[in-house]
């Protein structure tokens, strides 16, 4: 089962980081198809938060097909995100380096600064598909998705909220809701 840790320093949105936990444990195969998540009362005994928030982040998963909430039962996941299990090659080798990372004595914003400028080097803004036009890098580290995906400036997360668009697009028609 997955443990959330709430980092109250971070300027991420905590329902945010429930969300980005829940999908790399996805991503990593250790949350599989068929799995529980955590009550909304076993993460607010965990983390102090409010369960509200807990669920908030469960609605958004459930948006996303990731999750499915079962009445009387528990939220339950639907579909995994894996695509490079958590004991692959590639996992031992990214682990030896955040090893020789840290012992040559990069803190840990070094290293998130440096894996998120070579990511930018080698991956577009759209779908993680490999770039194929490395010139154009502009040495900006940060990408915006108008349709509710994460942004990553630096060591900070950010999200934009596909709801605020359509709140605006309403009041600029003048939708009075």
């Known amino acids: 089962m997955v443990e959330y840790r709430i980092d109250r320093h971070s300027g991420v949105a905590t329902y945010l980081q ?4 829940t999908k790399q444990a996805l991503r990593l195969g250790m949350l599989r198809p068929g799995d529980k998540l ?10 102090a938060i409010n369960p ?3 669920l908030k982040a469960y609605r958004e998963l459930e948006r996303d097909g990731l999750v499915e909430a079962r009445r009387g039962v ?6 995994g995100l894996s695509t490079a299990p958590a004991d692959s090659p590639l996992r031992t ?6 090893t020789r990372a840290h012992s040559a004595g990069l803190d840990r914003d070094d290293v998130s600064a440096l894996f998120t400028a070579v990511l930018d ?18 040495g900006s580290t940060s990408h915006t998705s108008r349709t509710g995906g994460t942004s990553h400036t630096g060591s900070t997360t950010t999200t934009h909220d596909r709801h605020s668009d359509q709140h605006s697009d309403q009041h600029s028609q003048g939708d009075p809701s």
Not at 38 to 47: F, G, I, K, L, Y
């Open 18 to 21: 429930i969300v980005q936990q």
């Open 38 to 47: 955590p009550t909304a009362r076993e993460v607010v005994e965990a983390t």
């Open 52 to 54: 509200n928030t807990v």
């Open 74 to 79: 528990g939220t339950f996941v639907r579909r």
């Open 93 to 98: 080798e990214l682990d030896e380096w955040a």
């Open 121 to 138: 080097e080698h991956f577009t803004a759209d779908h993680g598909q490999p770039s194929t036009d490395r010139t154009s890098n502009t």
